[in-house]
Every structure is written in structure tokens, then in C-alpha cells.
């Protein structure tokens, strides 16, 4: 029988999702709902998931522990998501250290060529969710060009590509949807559900 796979989720609160109250180290959020779908899939033989998101985290904090969250940990699929804080914070934080789009493409360049010459791991890149649920928000519309950033890279590495924005986009195109997020960009169950979903539907085609 094969070793199981050690699928690690990467990125920030989204993919947190308070993982240090958790006792399995999980989180409640999209991370969970995918490992308990795995397990249902296959309880025998399900793969590992290791969640390695911390709140805060822009891609260049990524960069600062990428080696000890994820190269060292000898991953056989790497999971993603980041680009939400490194637009929120030239919103809401002007006089901190911006990530604008050129330095973010290069560091998470860098990240994803590291992953291809230390490991064996597959790539699975998520887009940029969303800031508000309005397509029309300023942040929505800084996030376009690191959303860009992400299907670039995703075609660079032949990467999967989870298409969380385009789905967010969709699902937010009736005026009259259901709120997704508690806050504008932290999920809500039913954003959590949505996020799960759509990898699922890329990890497994057909799912």
C-alpha cells in the first residue's frame, strides 16, 4: 500500500481559522472541511493535511518560514492562499511596508521555485478570495492584478488552479446573495463551504 500523502495548506487567517484552539491543529474553517472530506472518501487510506496558515500573513511573511512550515515538513502536495492581506493592508495600514504586485509575483516565485527544486511536492495555487462582497470594492479592485499574479504562476509551475475568486465573483453577482464572510473577508460556514468545495472540485476532478 502507498503512504498516505501529506497534503500542507499554507497562507493566512483564512486558512488559520484559529488552528491553535483547535487540538488537532486544523482549524475550523476551509482546511477542516476538506480533511474531513478526504477521510470520508477514502477512511483507510486518507491523506495527511498539515494547516500551516497564520493570521496576518502576507507573502513575504510567508517567505520568512517557508523553509521550516513547509520544506522541511517533505510535502507531497502544497496548498496556496495568499494575496488578501498584502492588498488589505495598503487599505488599512498605508504606513506599513506594502507588497505591490511586481514584488509579490518575485517572492512567491521564488517560494514556488524553492518547493520544485527541494521537494517531490505538487502545486496547488488558490486565488485570492475577496475584500468585501462587492465586486466593485476598492479592495476587489486592487486584488485583480495579484489574482492575475496567481493563474500566471499556476501556468508557470503547472500548478492546479483554484479558481476561489472567480467563484467568489460568481456566487456575489446576485445582489441578493447570502453573506460568505462574517466580516468581508473572513468566512463565514457558508464561505468556508464554498472555498472547500471548489479545491475539492480541482484536487478531484468530477468531485
Known amino acids: 500500500m502507498d503512504r498516505r500523502k501529506r497534503i500542507i495548506f499554507i497562507g493566512d487567517s483564512i486558512t488559520d481559522c484559529v488552528r491553535k484552539e483547535d487540538p488537532e491543529q486544523i482549524g475550523y474553517g476551509y482546511v477542516r472541511l476538506i480533511r474531513d472530506q478526504l477521510i470520508i472518501d477514502d477512511p483507510l487510506d486518507f491523506s495527511e493535511v498539515i494547516n500551516k496558515g497564520v493570521g496576518g500573513d502576507r507573502v513575504i511573511d510567508l517567505a520568512n518560514r517557508w523553509t521550516g512550515d513547509v520544506i522541511n515538513l517533505h510535502p507531497d502536495y502544497v496548498s496556496v492562499s495568499i494575496g488578501i492581506n498584502d492588498v488589505w493592508r495598503q487599505l488599512d495600514n498605508p504606513d506599513m511596508e506594502q507588497v505591490y504586485p511586481d514584488q509579490f509575483k518575485k517572492v512567491y516565485y521564488d ?14 495555487l488558490m486565488e485570492p478570495t475577496i475584500i468585501e462582497e462587492d465586486v466593485h ?20 509551475f503547472d500548478a492546479l488552479l483554484v479558481p476561489t475568486h472567480r467563484v467568489f465573483g ?38
Open 111 to 124: 517560494l514556488l521555485q524553492q518547493v520544485k527544486s527541494e521537494t517531490g511536492a505538487s502545486l496547488i
Open 170 to 207: 460568481n456566487f456575489m453577482s446576485n445582489p441578493k446573495h447570502p453573506k460568505l464572510t462574517v466580516d468581508g473577508v473572513h468566512m463565514n460556514s457558508l464561505g468556508n463551504l464554498l472555498m472547500a468545495q471548489t479545491w475539492l472540485k480541482t484536487f478531484i476532478p468530477g468531485k
Open 137 to 156: 470594492s476598492p479592495g476587489n479592485q486592487k486584488l485583480k492584478d495579484y489574482v492575475q499574479i496567481v493563474r500566471d504562476l499556476a501556468d508557470q
